[in-house]
């Protein structure tokens, strides 16, 4: 059995998202619990098996699975055949591991930390700055609507959230914001986005 536990107007929509693009709603069950938030309100939810009271997490038979981009390689790995990643051991496999490891290890802490005002040359030869991260983007949408192509996939889904999350995140590069439209406008984000 695999459960999924999310919290309403949080990250974890990302994982709601890709369970709906990928049809996979009647094979995993959803369940919405209490987290911490950045304002302080809500609290610790003692139904959530996340170690850190965190979200989102997938339980599969007793197993957890945290972290969006983990549970993303997952749920495509452990049901294979949509377009929302390529298949296993296919040179496109290696390059969507790649930009699902990318939004972890460079995109998002760039962002956070000049969301938080931090600057030090450490920060930003780590995990880089801003402008790398709209380069890098930028480079990968030129002359294509997704990241990795003519589909959309997963990548998309993750990369373009932080910019729909913090839209005064997101650069003034006409790519850039047209992608981000074009993520927004798939009726499936637009149903979970909220949710």
Known sequence: MITFYHAPHSRSWRILALIEEMGLGDRIDRRAVNILRADGSGGRDPANPHPEGKVPILDHDGRLISETPAIMIYLTTLFPGSTMAPAPGTPDWGVFLSWMCWYTAAMEPALLTAMAGASHPVLYSTWRDPQAVTDRLRAALDGRPWIMGDSYSAVDLLLHSPYAWVPDLMPDDPAIR?????????PVTQATYTA
Do not use: H, K, L
């Open 178 to 186: 047209d992608w981000v439209a074009r993520c927004q406008a798939r």
